[in-house]
């Protein structure tokens, strides 16, 4: 009997998945189960050694607070593979790999299923900020990310009204963001230019379900690198417009593969998955690709 170990954030996405659900979901497909929750202390006291494999259940930000555990612990030596239960607003990490359905149906698929490889970005530069795992950036995103955390989480009915709260900000930030200078090297090529954008990507959306890089694949030891200039205001803004209207129209960008960057941006304001950070100062920042540290169960591919 394999064993599992459940880290759930309860107050992931609508909050309707309990614990005992959760459990007893799991042991009903034939795993030995034992569970804790994210919200509570000593969850970090986890020890993936001991289970055959994880189960994340919550949205993105949980995958993210449990995946950084893992890298600064240093525990990924032993690789322990993740599942997943996406339950927050955006699941974009699930999204990216495929892992989409009913809670029982995800469980289900375990039983049949490949383990995918996933890369970590390596980030130098930035006090207490070494790795991301979804995407790093600068201009108009953080910038909804800062005004994002200002508004009183009460006022959303449901995830998909903080989507369309998110993407109406935006919406107003493109059209009036002021570009700025980015000094950017990708293996080696000078791309220097100024910027409403620059996302480092290794999934294939970020934030309210912005479908940025559609063919980021997160195992393949590549970067999706998007720039958008002042050039790709109108056609940017017609993407999030779409989205809002309920269109998901194929964006615009062409992304450019990356596995070492270095970047010096003008302003102070940027992003590591889904913090925003304020620095004193600009500064230059380098960052690298550092290929598989983390696995994840992924349904089987259908040909």
Known sequence: MKT???????????????????IAAIEAEGYKCSYLSTKKKGWERIQPSDVDF??????????????????????????????????????????????????????????????????????????????????????VFPRLMKEMKKLDKSVFDSPEQKIKTALQLLLDMILKYKTKVCRLNIDGEDLTGKFILVEIMNTSSIGPNLQLAPFAD?????????????????????YVKGKLEGREESPFFTG?????????????????DDEH???DEPADVKIELQAGLLEFLVPVRKP
């Open 218 to 238: 997160p195992g393949d030891e590549f970067f999706e690198v998007i720039l958008i200039t002042e050039n790709q205001r109108d056609d940017f803004a017609a």
């Open 54 to 139: 994880l189960v994340v259940a919550g949205g993105d930000g949980t995958v993210r607070k449990i995946a950084h555990e893992l890298l600064e612990r240093k525990l990924i030596e032993k690789k322990t593979p993740i599942a997943l239960l996406p339950l927050g607003t955006a699941n974009n990490i699930a999204k990216t790999l495929g892992i989409s359905g009913s809670t029982d149906e995800i469980i289900k698929s375990w039983k049949e299923h490949e383990v995918k490889k996933f890369d970590v970005g390596r980030i130098d530069g930035i006090k207490k900020h070494k790795f991301f795992i979804e995407s790093y950036g600068y201009g």
């Open 277 to 279: 950070i304020m620095l």
């Open 256 to 272: 450019r593969k990356a596995k070492k960057l270095q970047i010096y941006w003008e302003g102070t304001a940027l992003h590591a």
């Open 4 to 22: 599992a170990k459940v880290l759930h954030n309860p107050g992931a996405g609508d909050g309707d998945n309990s614990d005992k659900e959760i």
